[in-house]
């Protein structure tokens, strides 16, 4: 089994509990991850969910498993709760089997970085609309996600790689745009605010390295509908990665393309340019 080597790894959106988490890709990500520091960005295991429908599977368990085999095999584990496992948030301070659990988290990166890490619901725009508004958004998610799955297992069975249908959907609609881009600029504006280079999030589902005004703004996607992971290289580059059976470049954000020296930016512009073919699915910056 090949192995995926990078100096830290964040997940998040990953909803153990629901018949929608891509567990077995997860399972297949973190049994090849050799990394130093794995952080869980929240909504690891939808707690929510849970306690109005009990629904488990054995490769839920796995996943669980994976994450503590890490930690004991010396992986700095950190699990900073999310609003679907909020419960947790009371045990914030406490360490479980090597796991460590925290409100939010600093993280310094290999070339000096330094990022806040939330799970983001804290960037929900406080009065987004009303109470049904909010029902009938979810009921469509979870409409968006049972078509998904089963896209997906009709690919599976013609043999096909997963498409993450709802990256496509998503970027074609004018208004969820909208929405991504508000709140992107709030986390950003924040982590400005703050002092920090960037801020590493989750949250919306919606994996993204973007660079606003100089701040990064690093959303690692979610594993229900895009199986992403942000990573960080040695070198502090950082990278979003879509894991499939082939695992996929989505964006990329090192010193040298944030803040490019004139003769780095000669040197790198071919590359550049390639870069931006492959981040096509992704929003313009
Ligand atoms: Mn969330």
């Known amino acids: 089994m090949a192995t995926y080597h990078c100096r830290s790894a964040f997940i998040s959106d ?18 090849r991850l050799r990394c130093e520091r794995l952080y869980l960005v929240g909504d690891i295991v939808d707690l929510e969910a849970l306690a109005q429908r009990q629904w488990w599977h054995p490769d839920h368990s796995a996943v669980l498993a994976e994450v503590l085999d890490l ?13 679907h496992d ?3 948030r009371g045990l914030a301070g ?12 600093v993280h310094e990166g290999a070339d000096g970085r330094r990022y806040r890490v939330s799970h983001g619901d804290e960037f929900d725009p406080e009065h987004t609309g009303r109470r049904w508004m909010l029902w009938l958004g979810e009921a469509m998610h979870r409409f968006a996600c049972w078509g998904n799955r089963r896209v ?3 690919r599976q069975r013609m043999e096909l790689p997963y498409l993450p249908l709802s990256i496509i959907m998503k970027s074609r609609i004018g208004k969820a745009m909208a929405y991504i881009h508000a709140y992107a600029q709030r986390v950003a504006d924040a982590a400005r605010e703050g002092g920090y280079d960037g801020h590493i999030c989750g949250h919306i589902h919606y994996g993204q390295v973007r660079s606003l005004d100089g701040v990064l703004y ?6 229900v509908e895009h199986c992403t992971a942000l990573v960080e290289d040695h070198t502090g580059a950082m990278e979003l ?7 996929t470049p989505l964006g990329r954000a090192s010193r040298e393309l944030v803040l490019p020296s004139p003769a780095a930016a000669l040197a790198l512009a071919p590359l550049a340019r390639r870069r931006r073919d492959l981040s096509e699915l992704r929003p313009a910056a």
């Not at 990953?14 to 049994?31: E, I, M």
């Not at 406490?94 to 988290?105: M, P």
């Not at 690093?218 to 594993?223: E, R, S, Y």
């Not at 990665?241 to 695992?247: A, D």
């Open 152 to 154: 997906h297992a009709v």
């Open 218 to 223: 690093l959303n690692d996607g979610d594993w």
């Open 241 to 247: 990665i879509h894991w499939s059976e082939q695992p």
């Open 86 to 88: 909020a419960a947790l």
């Open 14 to 31: 990953v909803h153990l509990g629901t018949p929608d988490c891509k567990a077995a890709y997860l399972l297949d990500f973190l049994r």
């Open 94 to 105: 406490q360490a479980f089997g090597g796991v460590r659990i925290a409100l939010d988290a």
């Open 71 to 83: 930690a004991r095999r010396g992986v700095e584990v950190t699990y900073i709760p999310g609003n």
